[in-house]
């Protein structure tokens, strides 16, 4: 995981390094190129040597920010990047071979050689002589920001280095080229190429419960085991002994992936669940994730799992943050996105107690359950969506729009502790299997909410005796970490003024110091 800046015109890129650093602690350069200067930072995760970036090739000079787990070879076959290997390694040899091989024109090149990045998430910016390359994965699981600061001054980068208004998030699934002759910018879609569903996944033999059909049942043990991979593969390339995070709610999708993490922990390797609450500590995450983690334990008495309780009891030690979270979601200006962000900033800082110490998390990759709820149908209005007959449709439309609504917000709020997000519910696989399934072995919405809803997730927390979790109604992080509460009698006066729309930092604060 990376951090990505660019400066096109005469402008110091100061204001870039400060707000990038924090995303890729372990290496920092800067090249200049006539009026561009090109800034990267990197986390070293994947290889014992960090693949030092902006990386120069014959055709240019690259800055990778993701991970690929699937690549398509020459033959149209799927390859798995070994854990040992560098990704930024296979995007330069992409390239290389595009540019070489492939068409004239060197966008179509570029575009050519991301499409074939076939599972992963990604941001990137490529410098050749004449033009610069930039752009996000089909879904927009990294940030990528531009801004037209002034006639003379271009930006690009993974957070926003102020709050004007000119920054905008980037749509995902093309490739920009911003011609540096004439200032101009064209775009290409990122092709999908057609790939079979995995064929090798083992489906055990399981005796059936009574009440569930044939196919739901059937429908629930191949996403388990999908699942589990798309697990796996977010772990293959961390260090054998490096810890494990897992955003932790207590919540069905965290619990499960929790517990799939647990399964593939190596010796001597920890399992960090990171479960956050402000004002008291009496919030609903917090109840459900102590009942959830004692679960855990015992089922797995002999790993490593640490339960790191992340408590924010003053709203003074929010007000300090502030600033910092504020720019972080910029451009995201609700008093909901200001919430969302101050929750996941604080957890997956990772500061927090466990067994009655203070505890500063280690882990560098953190697993969270980001699309569970777009595709399994975890919200109310997909209930009403299913009486209407139109709940593929709405299903595809949460996920059409995922990147602008969470996904850039949160990787930059979680990126800024030095930590990967890494989602396994959008996991290409698992999101092709569900794209495939029909809707009504996906959810049952003649069963109560906390049992129909991400019906079949929940028979996989069942079969894995996750028996809290799997009963459990969904809760948005902001209300079960109780961040909504406190904010909103500091921001409004009251929760019965509050609005999560209204816009962050107006005149709807009346209540806050």
């Not at 994947?46 to 240019?60: E, F, L, N, T, W």
Request: aromatic share 6%; charged share 25%.
């Amino acid at each position: 995981m990376c951090g990505i800046g660019v400066v096109i015109g005469e402008c110091s890129v100061e204001d870039v390094a400060d707000v990038l650093e924090r995303r890729g602690p372990d290496h920092t350069s800067l090249v200049s190129q006539h009026s561009v200067s090109l800034m990267a930072t990197v986390l070293h995760m994947r290889g014992d040597v960090i693949a030092k970036q902006p990386k120069v090739i014959d055709s240019g000079k690259l800055c990778w920010n993701g991970e690929i787990y699937q690549y398509l070879s020459n033959d149209s076959s799927l390859v798995e990047v070994p854990a040992n290997q560098s990704d930024t390694e296979v995007v330069a040899q992409l390239l290389s071979e595009a540019l070489e091989d492939g068409p004239s024109e060197t966008l179509q090149a570029v575009a050519s050689a991301m499409s074939r990045i076939w599972n992963g998430e990604f941001a990137f910016s490529f410098l050749t002589e004449n033009a610069l390359y930039y752009g996000r994965d089909s879904l927009g699981k990294r940030s990528l920001l531009t801004c037209q600061e002034n006639e003379n001054v271009w930006k690009l980068s993974s957070v926003a280095t102020s709050l004007d208004e000119t920054w905008q998030e980037l749509p995902p699934g093309l490739v920009y080229e911003y011609d540096l002759r004439d200032h101009t910018i064209q775009s290409l879609s990122l092709t999908a190429p057609s790939v079979a569903a995995p064929t090798d996944v083992h489906i055990p033999d399981t005796p059936k419960l009574d009440e569930v059909s044939e196919s739901m049942w059937k429908a629930s043990l191949q996403l388990e085991q999908i699942l589990l991979q798309a697990v796996h593969r977010r772990l293959v390339c961390c260090h054998d002994k490096e810890p494990i995070g897992v955003m932790f709610s207590g919540g069905l999708d965290s619990v499960v992936l929790a517990g799939m993490a647990v399964s593939l922990l190596k010796e001597h390797q920890t399992l960090e669940l990171y479960n956050v609450a402000f004002g008291s500590g009496d919030a609903a995450d917090r109840r459900a994730g102590l009942q959830c983690y004692k679960e855990l334990t015992a089922l797995h008495p002999g790993k490593d799992i640490r339960l790191v309780l992340v408590d924010i009891g003053e709203w003074e030690s929010v007000v300090e943050e502030e600033k910092r979270v504020q720019q972080l979601i910029f451009p995201k200006t609700s008093v909901m996105d200001i919430n969302i962000g101050t929750a996941l900033w604080f957890a997956s800082r990772g500061i927090g107690i466990v067994d009655g110490e203070l505890y500063h998390a280690k882990a560098k990759i953190l697993l969270l359950g980001m699309g569970a709820d777009e595709q399994l149908g975890g919200y109310g209005r997909h209930r009403k969506a299913h009486r209407l007959g139109n709940l593929r449709e709405e299903l595809d439309l949460d996920i059409g729009r995922i990147w602008e609504r969470n996904l850039g917000r949160d990787d930059r709020v979680l990126s800024d502790h030095g930590k990967e997000a890494r989602f396994p519910f959008l996991d290409r696989n698992v999101m092709q299997f569900l794209a495939n399934t029909p809707v009504d072995d996906i959810c049952d919405f003649s069963l109560e909410p906390g049992e129909g809803d991400k019906r079949i997730l929940r028979l996989v927390a069942q079969r894995m005796h996750l028996v809290t979790a799997g009963g459990l109604v969904k809760r948005a992080i902001q209300f079960g970490s109780r961040i909504a509460h406190l904010s909103d009698k500091q921001r409004f006066g009251s929760r019965r003024q509050a609005k999560g729309t209204a816009h962050y930092g107006g005149k709807q604060q009346a209540g806050s110091k």
